[in-house]
């Protein structure tokens, strides 16, 4: 896919994927029992760039849907964080 913007990509989510984010502020893992909601048919990660979502990003993904997650009390490099974030998915989803 061509880059686009991240107000038009949160807008582009389908509403059956189970939208995440992670984000250094929040300290709960919000996606425990998500592998029994038949509902969900994907998935949608947002990594942020070094340094972070801001917290309007954090709102704006909000809004259209996503919950804000932990990965931990380490701040992770983004390829880094890509990797535990889908590890968590799957590990709460099986």
Do not use: W, Y
Not at 13 to 21: E, F, G, H, N, Y
């Amino acid at each position: 896919h061509e880059a686009t913007s991240f107000a038009h990509f949160i807008a582009s989510v389908d509403a059956s994927s189970l939208k995440i984010i992670p984000h250094e502020k929040v300290t709960a893992t919000n996606i425990t029992g998500i592998g029994r909601d038949k509902s969900i048919t994907s998935v949608a990660i947002c990594i942020g760039a070094e340094g972070g979502f801001t917290d309007g990003e954090i709102e704006q993904a909000q809004c259209a849907g996503f919950v804000p997650v932990s990965l931990g009390e380490r701040r992770l490099r983004t390829e880094t964080a890509a990797i535990v974030a889908v590890s968590s998915v799957i590990m709460h989803t099986q």
